[in-house]
C-alpha cells in the first residue's frame, strides 16, 4: 500500500535567540498543501516573500546550512527541517519573522515535541520518494570528509565522527527509517563545539545567541581557572566547571551525543533534495558543506528523472486523436493568430496538461528573426507553454470564456535547443502547487522529438476579463 503524504494537524510556535546573529525570533509551523513540502515564509519582509527549503536556494554560510532567494536569506534550518523530516511530515508552511531559526537547546527536540504535540494529518496525495539508483560521493580536499550515497530500498544514516582530541576520537551513530525512534533516539542530541574554537567564533561575529545552554563545550587541553571564569562571564554564568572534558558539568544523553547530532544535520541538510530518500548514507566526519553539496546532488537527479518524465512515454502520442483540436482551444482560450500559438492537446488531467505546436516557415516573426536562418524566439516559447497551461486552467472553469491568464512571474527558463520552421514543439505543463486565489505554479517542459529545447517554472493570476 502506497504512503500517503502528511501535514501537521495543526500549528505551532517556538521562539528564542538564533545562533549567530543572537537575535530573538519566531517561527510557526503551519499545515501546508499537498506537494508543497517545506516552504519558509519572511513575515519581517515586505510582502512576506516565500522560500521553499530546497537545495536550489543553498548558500554556504559559516556553521551553518543557508538559503538564499533573490536576497532573501534564512539560516540555521537545518534541525527544524530534521525534524520534520524525521517526524514523518512531507508539506508544512513555516513563518520566521527574522532571518534566522531559533537554535533553542542545539538539538531539534522542541521541534520533535510539538510535532507531536499536535499531531499529523495524512493527505490524499502518495508521499513523493527520490530512489537512489547510482553511486554519488562528495570528498572534502583535505580528505578529513566524505559522503557516500548508494542505491538502498530503504532510508539509512550511517554516521561516524573522529577528531584529534581525546574526548572524541571515534563515534558511531546510525538511523534507519522505521527503525530507528528519531523523537527519542535523535532528536534531542545537541550541537557540539571544541573549546579552541569558541573565541575565534566569537570575535568574527558569529555565535552571538550561543551559550552553555545550546551547546556541548568539549574542552580537550589543560585549562585554568582564571579561563573558565573569563568563559563563565563571556556566557553570563555564574561558574564554570571542567569534568571530563565537557564544560560546565553537562550531562550528555547519549555516550555518542555528538556522532548523533552530525547524523541529526545530514538528515535535514538532505531534507533539502524536496523529497523523501530511499538511500544508503555513509557519512564520515560530515558538515554542512558536504551536506548540502549532496543534497544539490539528489536535487539534480530529481529534477533530471521529472524532466525524463516530461516527454510521453507513448512515443506515437502525435498519431493519436486529439482530445482538443484548434476550434476547442479556441474555446477555451482568447488569443487569436498570429498569438495563438497551441494547435493540439493530447492529454489533459487535474494537474498535468500535454499540447503541441507545429512550427511553420508561415509564421510572422521568421521574417526578421532571422531572416538567413530563421529560428523561434525564445519569448514565444514560454507564451506558448503558458498558453498550454492555460488551458489546463481554464478547462476546469465552468465559463472559460470570460477568463484570462496573466504571467505574475517566470523563474528559471532555460533554453537547450534551436527551434525551427518544420519542429513539432511538444509540451508537458505540471501543476506545482494547489490553485490557490486564482493564483497557478507551473513546471513546463518543451520537447522536438525527445530532445529538450527549453524547461521553465511559471506563476499566473487567473482572472475575469475587465468587460465583463
Known amino acids: 500500500m502506497a504512503v500517503k503524504q502528511n501535514t501537521l494537524k495543526g500549528e505551532f510556535s517556538l521562539k528564542g535567540k538564533g545562533l549567530h546573529t543572537g537575535k530573538e525570533v519566531c517561527a510557526t509551523f503551519k499545515p501546508g498543501e499537498e506537494n508543497t513540502g517545506y516552504v519558509i515564509v519572511r513575515t519581517d519582509l515586505e510582502g512576506a516573500p516565500e522560500i521553499p527549503a530546497l537545495a536550489k536556494y543553498v548558500e554556504m554560510a559559516d556553521r551553518a546550512s543557508c538559503l538564499d532567494k533573490e536576497g532573501m536569506r534564512v539560516y540555521t534550518l537545518e534541525h527544524a527541517m530534521s525534524a520534520l523530516y524525521g517526524c514523518g511530515v512531507d508539506n ?11 537554535i533553542l537547546d ?46 538502498d530500498d530503504e532510508y539509512t544514516v550511517n554516521t561516524v565522527v573522529s577528531y584529534d582530541s581525546p574526548y572524541l576520537k571515534m563515534q558511531y551513530a546510525t538511523f534507519a527509517e522505521g527503525t530507528t525512534d528519531y523523537a527519542a533516539e535523535v532528536a534531542p542530541c545537541r550541537t557540539f563545539v571544541f573549546l ?37 562571564e563571556l556566557f553570563g554564568y555564574g561558574h564554570i566547571e571542567v569534568r571530563e572534558g565537557i564544560l560546565n558539568n553537562l550531562e550528555l544523553h547519549f555516550d555518542n551525543e555528538p556522532a548523533r547530532h552530525k547524523m541529526l544535520d545530514v538528515i535535514g ?95 510572422p516573426h521568421f521574417v526578421g528573426h532571422f531572416p538567413e536562418e530563421p529560428v523561434m524566439p525564445g519569448v514565444l516559447m514560454t507564451e506558448a507553454m503558458s498558453q498550454c497551461g492555460g488551458i489546463l486552467v481554464l478547462s476546469n472553469v465552468p465559463d472559460p470564456e ?10 528559471g527558463v532555460k533554453f537547450r535547443n534551436k527551434v525551427v520552421p518544420g519542429d513539432t514543439l511538444v509540451f508537458k505543463l505540471i501543476l506545482t502547487a494547489p490553485i490557490k486565489r486564482g493564483v497557478v505554479q507551473m513546471k513546463g517542459y518543451a520537447y522536438v522529438g525527445k530532445k529538450i529545447v527549453c524547461e521553465g517554472e511559471f506563476m499566473a493570476q487567473v482572472a475575469k476579463t475587465k468587460n465583463l
Not at 222 to 229: F, N, S, T
Open 196 to 232: 579552541r574554537e569558541v573565541e575565534g567564533l566569537l570575535a568574527n561575529g558569529l555565535i552571538k545567541g550561543g551559550d552553555l545552554s545550546n551547546a556541548i563545550v568539549i574542552v580537550d587541553r589543560k585549562m585554568e581557572q582564571a579561563e573558565a571564569d573569563k568563559l563563565a
Open 106 to 151: 542545539g538539538s531539534a527536540r522542541l521541534y520533535a515535541e510539538a510535532i507531536a504535540r499536535v499531531g499529523l494529518e495524512e493527505q490524499t496525495a502518495d508521499r513523493r520518494y527520490f530512489e537512489v539508483k547510482k553511486r554519488m560521493e562528495f570528498c572534502s580536499e583535505d580528505g578529513q570528509t566524505r559522503l557516500t550515497v548508494l542505491p
Open 92 to 102: 508544512c508552511r513555516i513563518e520566521l519573522d527574522g532571518e534566522e531559526f531559533p
Open 269 to 363: 541538510d538532505l531534507a533539502l533534495c524536496g523529497r523523501f530518500i530511499k538511500g544508503r548514507v555513509i557519512a564520515e566526519r560530515p558538515g554542512h558543506k558536504a551536506n548540502t553539496t549532496i543534497a544539490k546532488m539528489l536535487y539534480k537527479e530529481i529534477v533530471a528523472e521529472e524532466r525524463e518524465d516530461a516527454y510521453p512515454a507513448d512515443l506515437d502520442i502525435l498519431t493519436e486523436t486529439p482530445l482538443m483540436d484548434i476550434n476547442k482551444i479556441r474555446s477555451l482560450l482568447p488569443h487569436r493568430p498570429p498569438f495563438l500559438l497551441v494547435d493540439k492537446i493530447f492529454r489533459l488531467s487535474e494537474n498535468m496538461v500535454i499540447g503541441v505546436k507545429n512550427v511553420t516557415m508561415n509564421e
Open 402 to 411: 470570460n477568463y484570462s491568464t496573466y504571467f505574475m512571474k517566470i523563474d
